[in-house]
């Protein structure tokens, strides 16, 4: 079992920079892979970006690539999510989530790859 709870995220001006933090207990943080998803109000929760179990490895949506950095510190058993030059579509709750595989970078950027997730913080991008 592995419990995941974000913070970090508010009211923000457009152009403005956020970090989300994701704080993990429970089985071994450091084999899993670790994805940030988000969802706005009527619409599916899609993917943002994900790090594999070494953080050697990283994947972007495009709609965030260039703006947003993933990392991890193993140690502290916490994922980072930096954006910045925020946009009002980036609005949404956002989500931490740990991928069910050991030692694994498999399909990082699909929702089924993940079974534990966080509660979800709020990001508001005013314009």
């Known amino acids: 079992q592995v419990q995941l709870v974000e913070s970090g995220g508010g009211l923000v001006q457009a152009g403005d920079s956020l970090r989300l933090s994701c704080a993990a207990s429970?089985?071994?943080?450091?084999?899993?892979?670790m994805g940030w998803f988000r969802q706005a109000p009527g619409k599916a929760r899609e993917f943002v970006t994900a790090?594999?179990?070494?953080?050697?490895?990283?994947y972007e949506a495009n709609s965030v690539k260039v703006r947003s950095t993933i990392s991890r510190y193993n140690a502290e058993n916490t994922v980072y999510l930096q954006m910045n030059i925020l946009k009002p579509e980036d609005s949404a709750v956002y989500y931490c989530?740990?991928?069910?595989?050991?030692?694994?970078?498999?399909?990082?950027?699909?929702?089924?790859?993940?079974?534990?997730w966080g509660q979800g913080t709020q990001v508001t991008v005013s314009s």
């Open positions: 429970g089985r071994t943080f450091s084999s899993s892979a």
């Open positions: 790090i594999n179990w070494t953080g050697g490895t990283t």
């Open positions: 989530a740990a991928s069910k595989f050991d030692y694994s970078d498999y399909n990082l950027r699909a929702r089924g790859t993940y079974e534990y």
